[in-house]
């Protein structure tokens, strides 16, 4: 059995404690932990950002819709960047910024995909739709009042958190019964198996006491 396919369900499960875990101790610890909260999300706009870049220039045939998001994704790396030092090396973090930097992914991102999807560049379904459509809608509340701050974003993250968390666990479980089927399977061949090969192995001792010459001293 492959490693990584055999032990995923542990890789899932250890995933989920530490993502629940993380969220709890954001949540308890939200005043000091604003800093922190900032900086993960900043460097979530970077690598979703980073992640698409590659693989988008590879698929994408239009020139004018791969230009638009490349602009997009450096634009979001920019923002990325800026939340975290700013955050870090600015006295007071960003403060009423946030909201603006956040508000300008969101419309930013909704903007660009239905934009490609409009001219016939992009596939849509349910799920990319309803949730570029609360991009663009959370984003611009979020850009016109600028009223977000760390501590609603610890909030979203731990619903987010029970969320996934569950989802790994449900996931980590079906995939712990599936290791445990293809074990037992596995561990009723081998004996099998191994009787199989004993009964077919030749007695060395005795074919070679035959065809040894009787030698008289």
């Known amino acids: 059995m492959n490693t990584i396919r055999k032990y995923g369900f542990a890789l899932k499960l250890l995933g989920a404690a530490l993502l629940v875990g993380l969220a709890i101790v954001l949540e308890v610890k939200r005043e000091e932990a604003q800093d922190i909260v900032i900086a993960i999300i900043g ?3 970077i690598l979703y950002a980073v992640i698409r870049l590659v693989p988008f220039v590879k698929t994408q045939g239009s020139d004018l819709i791969k230009t638009i998001n490349i602009m997009e994704i450096t634009i979001d790396v920019l923002l990325g960047i800026a939340m975290i030092v700013i955050q870090f090396t600015v006295d007071g973090g960003l403060g009423v910024a946030l909201g603006y930097m956040l508000g300008t992914y969101l419309v930013l991102r909704g903007s660009v995909h239905f934009y490609s999807v409009s001219e016939g560049n992009e596939k849509s379904d349910h799920v990319l739709y309803f949730f ?3 991009c663009l809608v959370v984003g611009g509340v979020v850009l016109v009042s600028g009223d977000i701050d760390a501590v609603l974003i610890i909030h979203i993250i731990l619903g ?3 969320v996934v968390g569950g989802f790994l666990i449900y996931d980590g479980g079906k995939g712990y019964k599936v290791y445990r089927y293809e074990k037992a399977v596995y561990d009723q061949e081998i004996p099998s198996d ?5 009964k077919e192995l ?3 001792g005795d074919e070679a006491e035959k065809e040894q010459p009787n030698i008289v001293a």
């Open 132 to 134: 570029h459509i609360a």
């Open 194 to 198: 191994s009787k199989t090969v004993e």
């Open 160 to 162: 987010f958190s029970v």
């Open 43 to 45: 460097a979530i706009i």
């Open 202 to 204: 030749p007695v060395v």
